[in-house]
């Protein structure tokens, strides 16, 4: 019994433990590692483990229980398989979706036949000593997934004991892959777009650009922009088709635009089949769906850009990447504009110097004329009036010298006349109202044309004198422009100062005219000139008129400080 029990292990004298506690009255040995002892108790032979083996045996059953509980809280499958192909361990994961595999085979499995063949095709090449990081797409209650599987050999002493998997489920990982690249694609198209529509300036070829880069962007079949004008009116536009597209939709969706401009918000129709509001001329076009977007800037709608497509729902998730283009796209028309305003303030600008030349010359010649011609005149007749009564019998001398006071008057008359039409005293002395009183009246006697004036707030106000300058010359280029041009008997001036601002209007029932005619073909009649007078003051001033339904003329001044000067001196 003791050679059976001590078999291939040596006996020693002395054992290396304390079994005083266990009461053996012989110690026979221990095995070779230590591990166990025979011991005699009474007639009867015993094997213990000792402290140590005890010790490591539950360190090794501790990090078993650590290893399960690690590989269990794995956010992924993980299985073992043994060099017989049968599996040893699975974590949590794996048992939710597999079952209990531990014990089995692949063979043994529930899973469709081609995973169940590709898996065995990587298992057997797993313990040749290769690893192996594949993807395949599995039905996991009923939804295709996508799955990435390492599969690795456990090596030991240069031998292959085991092989280990796990299994990732990547699908959601994939779609963020993917929505990241959609993403990084998207904003690469709205960079080159971004660069396109900002190549230029001019704003034709700044919407033909929109409307190619907005068709590309989002693979619109038809895609239009249309401006809104300052009035509120529909602007220009542009409109651009993608190759091999019928070319049948040219209908601005009217109605719609108006809604978008009123709301600021998108529009978005997924099938026009199914939506009675959508405009019928592109409905019978063959679109079946489209977007409407407001292109704003500081909370102003500059223009609405629409991308149109035959196939229901093509816009369906485009509405961010829509929007930010849309944005992009208010920029590059306001600089556009910006630039267009520049450019035409320069052309005015210019324009205004030429005529400040013109005017001068004309101002000069019409000085040397009155010179010359009255002035000059009147002083050679009182020259000789005076030559002849030197030489006259003495009974004739005060006939003369009565003839040369008449002369002086008249020419005392024509150097005040000359005075008040450069600029009229009385504008500086006692200030705006009396002076365009006194010139309504002398436009009256001069050209037959009634003035019916009314007035409001301007009874005793001084203004500063720059705004009074302004508001003169308004009235008086007016007035002179209806005597020239409107052939009426009658015009009507309004003026009102209220909430900081001296507004000026002066209307006519005459023959019109076009406002915009007369700034192309650079004859301003003096338009220019007092458009500019408003704009420096920081006012503006708006011309209505149309051939046969009269004109007016509306200022708007601000005011600044009003005065009240000369009060005090008087």
Aim: negative net charge; aromatic residues 6%; charged residues 25%.
């Amino acid at each position: 019994m003791v050679d059976h029990a001590i078999n291939e292990y040596r006996m020693i004298a002395i054992c290396a433990y304390s079994l005083d506690t266990c009461g053996a009255l012989e110690i026979v040995d221990v095995t070779s590692h230590h591990q166990l002892a025979l011991i005699k108790r009474g007639s009867k032979w015993k094997v213990i483990e000792s402290t140590k083996s005890r010790r490591a045996k539950t360190f090794s059953q501790e990090s078993e229980a650590r290893l399960r509980a690690l590989v269990d809280n794995l956010p992924f499958e993980f299985w073992a398989m043994d060099s017989n192909f049968r599996y040893v361990m699975q974590n949590a994961i794996s048992l939710k979706n597999y079952g209990n595999i531990v014990g089995k085979r692949i063979e043994d499995l529930e899973i469709g036949g081609e995973v169940k063949r590709k898996w065995m095709e990587q298992e057997m090449k797993a313990l040749k000593g290769n690893i192996l990081h594949e993807e395949y797409v599995r039905d996991v209650e009923g939804e295709k997934r996508v799955y990435e599987n390492i599969i690795a050999p456990v090596i030991v002493d240069k031998a292959i004991i085991s092989i280990v998997g796990v299994g990732m489920d990547m699908t959601d990982r994939k779609r963020v892959e993917e929505e990241i690249k959609q993403h990084n694609k998207e904003l690469a198209a709205l960079n080159r777009a971004s660069q396109a529509i900002s190549s230029s300036l001019d704003i034709r070829k700044v919407l033909d650009q929109i409307v190619e880069m907005a068709g590309s962007l989002v693979n619109a079949d038809f895609t239009s922009i249309v401006l809104i004008e300052e009035d509120g009116s529909l602007g220009i536009s542009a409109e651009n088709f993608r190759e091999g597209s019928p070319l049948g939709i040219r209908a601005r969706p009217q109605g719609i635009t108006r809604q978008i401009v009123a709301s600021q918000q998108p529009l978005i129709f997924d099938n026009l089949s199914d939506d009675g509001t959508h405009n019928p001329d592109i409905a019978a076009a063959g679109v079946r769906s489209y977007a409407g977007l407001p292109v704003s800037a500081k909370g102003e709608v500059l223009g609405v850009l629409f991308v149109h497509s035959y196939t229901p729902g093509a816009f369906r998730d485009q509405l961010p990447l829509l929007t930010t283009f849309a944005n992009q796209v208010a920029v590059a028309i306001e600089n556009s504009r910006l630039f267009e305003a520049v450019s035409t303030g320069r052309e005015r600008l210019q324009t205004l110097s030429r005529r400040l030349v013109e005017v001068q010359e004309v101002e000069r010649r019409h000085i040397a004329r009155e010179l010359h011609d009255e002035i000059g005149q009147a002083l050679t007749g009182l020259k000789l009036a005076l030559e002849i009564s030197t030489l006259s019998p003495a009974e004739t001398v005060k006939t003369r010298l009565d003839e040369a006071k008449t002369l002086i008057s008249e020419l005392v008359a024509q150097v005040r006349d000359l005075s008040l039409d450069l600029r009229p005293g009385m504008l500086d002395d006692l200030g705006l109202l009396p002076a365009l009183l006194w010139h309504f009246e002398r436009y009256t006697a001069q050209t037959g044309v009634q003035v019916d004036f009314k007035c409001t707030g301007l009874e005793g106000q001084r203004f500063l004198p720059e705004v009074e300058t302004a508001a003169y010359r308004i009235v008086q280029e007016s007035l002179t422009n209806v005597a020239r041009h409107a052939g009426v008997s009658q015009v009507t001036v309004r003026m009102w100062a209220t909430q900081g601002r001296l507004n000026v209007q002066i209307e006519d029932q005459g023959s019109g005219f076009d406002p915009k005619e007369p700034l192309r073909s650079g004859r301003t009649s003096g338009l220019a000139g007092m458009y500019e007078r408003a704009v420096l003051l920081g006012g503006q001033l708006k011309v209505e008129s149309s051939p046969g339904f009269g004109t007016c003329v509306t200022a708007e001044l601000p005011l600044g400080e009003s005065l009240e000067r000369r009060k005090k001196e008087r």
